[in-house]
Antibody, heavy 123, light 106 residues
Framework: QVQLVQSGAEVKGPGASVKVSCKAS????????IHWVRQAPGHGPEWMGV????????TYAQKFQGRVTMTRDASTSTVYMELSGLRSEDTAVYYC????????????????WGQGTLVTVSS | DIQMTQSPSSLSASVGDRVTITCRAS??????VAWYQQKPGKVPKLLMY???TLQSGVPSRFSGSGSGTDFTLTISSLQPEDVATYFC?????????FGGGTKVEI
């Protein structure tokens, strides 16, 4: 069965960076785009960006340009999202999620989600 | 960027009621709309895509409609397990924006 398993909760200080991992299993890793979505407490989901199956291209929401980097390692079927310059407003649950269709170019609804990683930014 | 505006932000209904949630896009997006259900403390779950296509395993009391800028999600007969927040999302192109959500209570 398809699974996306994320790394554990993180607590970071203002200005620090955080790197969240998302390990995929149960499907052909190199066929699907992976998105990152975050959700602040009491708020709706916010799309951060998407990375292509080969890891050569990532598209980021303008809000996160310059602060976010998405990468993937095919040898371990793992996708990573690194967010730098953390501030209190970045406190949220961060999710990875998969395109519903293979090779969908990131323009697809999201059918499988990771369990979420809580990132807390606090001094 | 295209904005997705949901209404109402919350609603309370009785078991067996018909419930309708609306999502409006700031520009036309054909039928590139998905709906998600999120129960408290849980991960969002895909309910519907292409505005009206039910995701596998989703009960048939859920239906969707719309094209262009106006979309609706309908629950034909509200059940206790439907208590959740529902989000629309546009996915025709990046950024894949979500609506603000509609909290459904009984």
């Amino acid at each position: 069965q398809v699974q996306l398993v994320q790394s554990g909760a993180e607590v970071k200080g203002p200005g620090a960076s955080v790197k969240v991992s998302c390990k995929a299993s149960g499907y052909t890793f190199t066929k699907y785009y992976i998105h990152w979505v975050r959700q602040a407490p009491g708020h709706g989901p916010e799309w951060m960006g998407v990375i292509n199956p080969s890891g050569t291209t990532a598209t980021y929401a303008q809000k996160f340009q310059g602060r976010v980097t998405m990468t993937r390692d095919a040898s371990t079927s793992t996708v990573y999202m690194e967010l730098s310059g953390l501030r209190s407003e970045d406190t949220a649950v961060y999710y990875c999620a998969r395109d519903r269709i293979a090779y969908c170019a990131g323009d697809c609804p999201l059918d499988y989600w990771g369990q979420g990683t809580l990132v807390t930014v606090s001094s | 960027d295209i904005q997705m505006t949901q209404s109402p932000s919350s609603l309370s209904a009785s078991v067996g009621d018909r419930v309708t949630i609306t999502c409006r896009a700031s520009q036309g997006i054909s039928n590139y709309v998905a709906w998600y259900q999120q129960k408290p403390g849980k991960v969002p779950k895909l309910l519907m895509y292409a505005a009206s296509t039910l995701q596998s395993g989703v009960p048939s009391r859920f239906s969707g409609s719309g094209s262009g800028t106006d979309f609706t999600l309908t629950i034909s007969s509200l059940q206790p397990e439907d208590v959740a927040t529902y989000f629309c999302q546009k996915y025709n192109s990046a950024p894949l924006t979500f609506g603000g959500g509609t909290k459904v209570e009984i």
